[in-house]
């Protein structure tokens, strides 16, 4: 294609629109078309600072990339019944089964990242007694802090009943 149709709106939105298509023409991720419009805007800033283009065409085009979707299936997540089966199953493995076990369970239990799981387990010193025992601690506090919502949220419903409310 010449650059000189690369000024046609019509051009470019089909452009665009192949970013968002992988190489077997399926459908890319939402993100990686993002990505790639702007590392395409960034190409066209250059062009502009060499003075292939007067302004970026882009600039102008009206055109939107297809929505992130942020939600995650429920199928594709494990109910608390086979997550138990399943880190049971990691436990059983011989050599590294309780290694996993404790980085698995932390990832769910505790909602943590697998980068947040390996700094714990370095501060830990790679021991995994040690991991255990942040672990139980974690969730020592995190039952500690919801027992004391429930309870401050139990207080605050039964201030609002009060006198006023018939009985």
Known sequence: MPVSELDEPDALRRGL???CRKLDGSAAAAK???????????VFGVAV???????????????TAPEVADEVDP??????????????????????????????????????RPAEVIMTWRRAGQSIQVLF??????????????????????QRWDE????WRAC
């Open 17 to 19: 629109d192949a970013l």
């Open 32 to 42: 990686t078309a993002k990505r790639k419009k702007a590392a395409i805007n960034e």
């Open 49 to 63: 600072e060499r003075g292939y283009f007067v302004q970026n065409p882009l600039a102008g085009l009206r055109w």
């Open 75 to 112: 199928d594709c997540v494990p109910n608390s019944l086979q997550l138990a089966r399943l880190l049971e199953a990691v436990k059983a493995l011989p050599g590294r089964g309780p290694h996993l076990y404790a980085f698995f369970g932390c990832m769910y239990y505790a909602a943590m």
């Open 133 to 154: 025992r942040y672990y139980a601690e974690f969730l020592a506090e995190a039952r500690h802090h919801a027992n004391r919502l429930i309870e401050d949220s139990m």
């Open 160 to 163: 609002r009943e009060g006198p």
